[in-house]
């Protein structure tokens, strides 16, 4: 200070002196805020006009080389400098601004009005005591980009506000309020941006020896913003306090207003140089997940299905994060549902705890209250899960399907970047056909449904199980094996199997399709079927009488249906006179076979005997009255042969003998 | 949402003509090629089925592709590397389709690998493909080199 007050000294006498372009160097000025280094005045002839240059302009660690001030009218009197009319340039920070000051230096008060461009204005007042304020006008936020090394984020907006820096004993105070208008930001990227922000902004700071302790409250009241990948509309307002110490932003404590979640509550460590997010703490209370779901969730967990999910119910969420990296997330799920694609699955309500620690074990408990698998409606169930770090065990878990159970036991699962991986073990408790068949839409039938899949495996975009699924109906069975399920979240969900079906009774089976009247049994072998979406797409299919001794009896109406499957010229035409007289037919074997293949089944029957023209025979007569029911069609679109079945189906129109 | 839809829309009144022709090329393009020991052309209810998806969120793709939001990755997928030309409402959108592309992508590799009796060429699949999806790429489009994204 005793050299500043020599310089000044220097300065004093120059002014007075009146001397022709007098240069004078006048070193170092330092204040608490500010610190300026090779401060230069260069009076003009007259003393009139004058040019101060500043090598360095310092506030903090932030500094401007080559600042300037032009003054046409220059007075140095009485300790008191005044500057009209002047020009400030800071080299990327203030280019050409209009500058008017005066500065007592005997009390180091004074006052400062910048002038740019556009209304943007900085009035700066020093008083003696020490208290600056500074008001701002329309103050481009383009600016601070400069100020806080946030160039990359491309700042735009106006400020209008009031800055109050007031010393106290052992530090000093700062207060900020103000708004901004018109406010956004974009990185190159684009996957940071907004646009139209208005905040509403009250701060305050005291510093203390060590530090800044600080609060304050901003409200976001306009505009809108994408954080990737997040779309975010004004409505959030957060209060916080914390402290400012050593390049490190502690946030203590930080509550966050937010539409559909009664309290976000977060603390976290910010180092500054550079920007990254050391720890971050936040819980959440009570969030409503049919606003947060579609908002938030699904757009960060399941982007590719974000139309399709449908939340409800509550979450309350708490988490950790440390360098970026979770550490601790705890969930409680309050009458919480979930569904995708238009209730094709879903679960709720669910109720229960899931907590997860990125380096120990948990165990999630989870009370479901059904749910839906296409047709199919899923009881209560109770999840009791092992998580530990990606994966998750399941010991048992049993899920009513109608009057049964889908039982998945130890079940091992793991994430990975391609997916999930596991195994574990399937058993289907036996549910009654006769709910399964009136649940998914098919004719009455009674027999139950079970399975024992052992081997259950899973993969990305794709579940297999080894073991059979076994259906007892029609006092026989079926039963399905190499089970596999390919993709079955997405367009091209399908499925495998090998199908057996054995001694299947005719009679019941004829009865329940309202097929006619057959007696006897079949057995069926449906070899690589293949299902999309539900809907067969490619087989090697047999149909053929079992062995063994019973009777075998084909009605008029079964054998006019298995006509009209296979086309014109099913029946041999020698024949159809013989249909018209009997009701009841006697038949030695019944045959059928379809390779479907691209959406055609080519067709074939009884193997052992090619039937005149070249046809192929369904059913063979035998007995009194017997009569052969002959296929010439080879080659049948799978979709009209289906269209057809459903017509001899829905049919009770009376037959037409030809 | 409606307002993008219908951007979206009218856009694609033209440039569906122009991408409808490439997809359809790019799809069908690949008739003859073989892996090492297997075909990438194999076609299969499921395929197809991918496909048709891939083409429908094409006519919602192209415009984002043109205008350089979205490029093609060299692992096989599509990015969003530039999103600022987009209308901040309309970019979760784009980072929607992007993901949806991605899993389509990601299951039509496996299918095929599937189809060819070989899960296990999934990655190679991937390779195949991510090179042809960019060898195939409209002059103008972004495409990654090198860890580093140029425009074709």
Same mark, same amino acid.
């Given at each position: 200070?005793?050299?500043?007050?020599?310089?000044?000294?220097?300065?004093?006498?120059?002014?007075?002196?009146?001397?022709?372009?007098?240069?004078?160097?006048?070193?170092?000025?330092?204040?608490?805020?500010?610190?300026i280094d090779g401060l230069r005045v260069r009076l003009g002839d007259e003393g009139e006009a004058a040019e101060l240059a500043i090598e360095r302009f310092a506030i903090g660690k932030?500094?401007?080389q080559n600042v300037t001030i032009r003054c046409p009218a220059f007075r140095f009197e009485r300790a008191v400098v005044r500057c009209r009319r002047g020009m400030l340039t800071v080299p990327g920070l203030?280019?050409?601004?209009?500058?008017?000051?005066?500065?007592?230096t005997r009390n180091k008060s004074g006052e400062l009005n910048l002038r740019m461009p556009g209304r943007e204005a900085i009035n700066i007042v020093m008083r003696p005591d020490g208290r600056i304020v500074a008001s701002l006008a329309g103050f481009a936020v383009a600016r601070l980009g400069e100020l806080l090394d946030l160039a990359s984020w491309n700042a735009a907006g106006r400020l209008v506000g009031r800055i109050e820096y007031s010393p106290t004993r052992d530090g000093a105070r700062i207060?900020?309020?103000?708004?901004?208008?018109?406010?956004?930001?974009?990185?190159?990227?684009?996957?940071?941006?907004?646009?139209?922000?208005?905040?509403?902004?009250?701060?305050?700071?005291?510093?203390?020896?060590?530090?800044?302790?600080?609060?304050?409250?901003?409200?976001?009241?306009?505009?809108?913003?994408?954080?990737?990948?997040?779309?975010?509309?004004?409505?959030?307002?957060?209060?916080?306090?914390g402290r400012l110490e050593a390049e490190v932003l502690t946030v203590a404590r930080a509550r966050l207003e937010l539409e559909g979640v009664r309290t976000i509550a977060a603390n976290a460590e910010i180092g500054l140089q550079p920007l990254v997010v050391r720890s971050l703490a936040f819980s959440v209370a009570d969030a409503d997940l049919a606003v947060v779901g579609p908002r938030y969730l699904a757009p960060a967990f399941a982007p590719a299905v974000t139309d399709q999910l449908r939340f409800s119910g509550h979450v309350s969420a708490a988490a950790t994060l440390e360098e970026g990296v979770p550490t601790a997330v705890d969930l409680a799920f309050d009458e919480a549902g979930f569904s995708l694609s238009n209730k094709e699955l879903s679960f709720g309500p669910l109720t229960g705890v899931m907590p997860w620690r990125a380096k120990a074990r948990t165990e999630a408990r989870l009370a479901v209250g059904g749910g839906r698998w296409q047709k199919l409606a899923l009881g209560a169930f109770e999840l009791v899960a092992r998580l530990d770090g990606q994966g998750v065990d399941v010991d048992h878990v049993a899920i009513p399907v109608l009057d049964g159970a889908l039982v998945l036991e130890r079940l091992a699962l793991a994430r990975d970047a391609a997916g999930w991986h596991g195994s574990g073990a399937a058993v289907v408790e036996p549910i009654s056909m006769a709910l399964l068949a009136e649940a998914v839409g098919l004719p009455a039938m009674s027999g139950v449904l079970t399975a024992s899949l052992p081997g259950l495996r899973v993969a990305p975009g794709e579940v297999s199980l080894d073991g059979a699924l076994v259906i007892s109906v029609f006092d026989g069975y079926l039963q399905a094996t190499r089970l596999q399920l390919f993709e079955p979240f997405g367009v091209a969900s399908h499925l495998y199997a090998d199908v057996q079906a054995r001694h299947l009774d005719l009679a019941q089976l004829t009865e329940a399709f309202s097929f006619g009247s057959v007696s006897g049994f079949v057995d069926a072998?449906?070899?690589?079927?293949?299902?999309?979406?539900?809907?067969?797409?490619?087989?090697?299919?047999?149909v053929i009488s079992s062995p063994g001794n019973y009777p075998r009896r084909i009605s008029q109406r079964a054998v006019q249906n298995i006509s009209a499957l296979g086309g014109p010229g099913a029946v041999a035409a020698l024949q159809r006179g013989l249909l018209g007289l009997f009701e009841t037919f006697g038949y030695r074997e019944i045959g059928i076979s379809c390779v479907l293949r691209d959406g055609v089944c080519r067709m074939d029957g009884l193997d052992d005997r090619i039937a005149p023209g070249d046809g192929y025979y369904i059913v063979r007569g035998g007995g009194i009255p017997a009569l052969n029911v002959i296929g010439y069609n080879r080659r049948v679109d799978w979709n009209e042969l289906i269209d057809r079945l459903q017509r001899v189906i829905a049919s009770n129109a009376p037959l037409v003998i030809q | 949402?409606?307002?993008?839809?219908?951007?979206?829309?009218?856009?694609?009144?033209?440039? =569906?003509?122009?991408?409808?022709?490439?997809? *359809?090329? #790019?799809?069908?393009?690949? $008739?003859?090629?073989?892996? &090492?020991? %297997? +075909?990438?052309?194999?076609?299969?209810?499921?395929?197809?089925?991918?496909?048709?998806? =891939?083409?429908?969120?094409?006519?919602?793709? *192209?415009? #984002?592709?043109?205008?350089? $939001?979205?490029?093609?990755? &060299?692992? %096989? +997928?599509?990015a969003l590397r530039d999103a600022s030309g987009v209308p901040l409402a309309q970019r979760g959108q784009a980072n929607a389709l992007v993901a949806a592309e991605n899993a389509d992508r990601a299951a039509l590799y496996r299918e095929i690998a599937r189809a060819n009796g070989h899960p296990e060429w999934e990655a190679d699949v991937r390779a195949t493909f991510a090179r042809r999806w960019i060898d195939r790429a409209q002059p103008g489009w972004w495409i990654q080199r090198d860890g580093n994204w140029v425009r074709k």
């Open positions: 200070m005793a050299r500043l007050a020599f310089l000044l000294l220097i300065l004093a006498w120059s002014g007075f002196a009146g001397a022709r372009a007098l240069q004078l160097d006048l070193g170092r000025l330092t204040h608490p805020v500010f610190v932030r500094d401007w203030f280019e050409r601004a209009t500058i008017d000051l005066h500065f007592d207060r900020v309020s103000g708004k901004l208008e018109g406010g956004g930001f974009t990185q190159a990227d684009g996957l940071r941006a907004a646009e139209g922000l208005g905040l509403d902004i009250d701060l305050g700071a005291r510093r203390g020896p060590t530090g800044w302790d600080w609060q304050g409250r901003v409200a976001w009241n306009a505009g809108e913003a994408y954080l990737h990948p997040l779309y975010l509309v004004a409505g959030p307002a957060v209060e916080a306090a072998d449906v070899l690589g079927l293949e299902l999309a979406r539900w809907r067969p797409v490619r087989f090697d299919a047999r | 949402m409606n307002a993008m839809t219908n951007a979206m829309t009218n856009a694609m009144t033209n440039a =569906m003509t122009k991408f409808r022709g490439w997809i *359809a090329v #790019l799809l069908l393009g690949f $008739a003859g090629l073989v892996l &090492a020991q %297997g +075909n990438i052309e194999i076609d299969t209810p499921a395929i197809a089925a991918l496909k048709q998806s =891939m083409q429908q969120r094409h006519a919602k793709l *192209a415009p #984002l592709y043109a205008s350089g $939001a979205v490029g093609l990755a &060299a692992d %096989g +997928n599509v």
